[in-house]
């Protein structure tokens, strides 16, 4: 059983292009967390979503950046407009159930670098 | 809101020695869970340990033990028996258990084992 896909693994942009993250939950998983890390920092929830549902998404800048769980294929985390502070680790974590009741699987995160 | 507090940036233990990792939080809350977790250079977060806050036995994994001060906000991570493959970035993570997804995690402390 795979675990948490996420790809690429490290993804370079220039300022103003558009960044796609994508991230194959393990498989059963229908919840996926998106999460994303800062230099020198810990772990920060951006975005809730199950199937065709954003649950929450509290945590994610309110411009430039959406997050998309489609029925079929891959949870997409995209930056539009990159800017160098949007450089960071992106972690995607997912479970089969509502987490409380169970645990989150992390993928290996994806490394973006703004240029 | 919560807040994690991890103390030391960073830390080194000689080959088969033990170490102490400390963590605090701040919360109102009365039930709750607690991780740790560790992120090796490969960047995957992987997930060593946890509490449930109404538990007041302590959790252990193997080499892996947490001192739970509840009345404290403490949360210790003690590694025994070092290993060089303990050689990572350890981070501290709270959950509410009020019905929710959303881990808080601290900045992390940076664990050297040295042979």
């Known amino acids: 059983n795979a675990g948490v896909m996420q790809n690429p693994r490290h993804l370079v942009r220039r300022r103003g292009q558009e960044a796609r993250l994508r991230c194959s939950p393990m498989?059963?998983?229908?919840?996926v967390y998106w999460y994303r890390q800062l230099p020198e920092e810990g772990l920060k929830f951006m975005v809730y979503l199950q199937k065709e549902n954003i649950i929450d998404e509290s945590g994610m800048p309110k411009e430039r950046f959406s997050a998309e769980f489609p029925k079929e294929g891959p949870s997409i985390l995209r930056i539009q407009q990159v800017v160098r502070g949007d450089s960071a680790a992106y972690f995607c974590?997912?479970?089969?159930?509502?987490?409380?009741?169970?645990?989150?699987?992390f993928g290996q995160g994806t490394r973006l670098t703004v240029v | 809101a919560q807040t994690v507090t991890q103390s030391q940036p960073e830390m080194s233990v000689q080959e088969a020695e033990t170490v102490t990792l400390s963590c605090t939080y701040d919360?109102?809350?009365?039930?709750?869970?607690l991780f740790w977790y560790k992120q090796p250079p490969s960047r995957q977060m992987i997930l060593v340990i946890r509490?449930?806050?109404?538990?007041?036995q302590n959790a252990t994994e193997n080499r892996f033990s947490v001192n739970f001060q509840k009345a404290a906000k403490s949360f210790s991570l003690k590694i025994s028996d070092s290993q060089l493959g303990d050689t990572a970035m350890y981070f501290c993570a709270f959950r509410s258990g009020a019905g929710s997804y959303q881990l808080t995690f601290g900045k992390g402390t940076k664990l050297s084992v040295i042979p």
């Open positions: 919360t109102s809350e009365n039930n709750y869970y």
């Open positions: 498989k059963g998983h229908s919840h």
């Open positions: 509490q449930e806050a109404y538990k007041q």
């Open positions: 974590a997912s479970s089969d159930q509502f987490v409380k009741n169970t645990e989150a699987f």
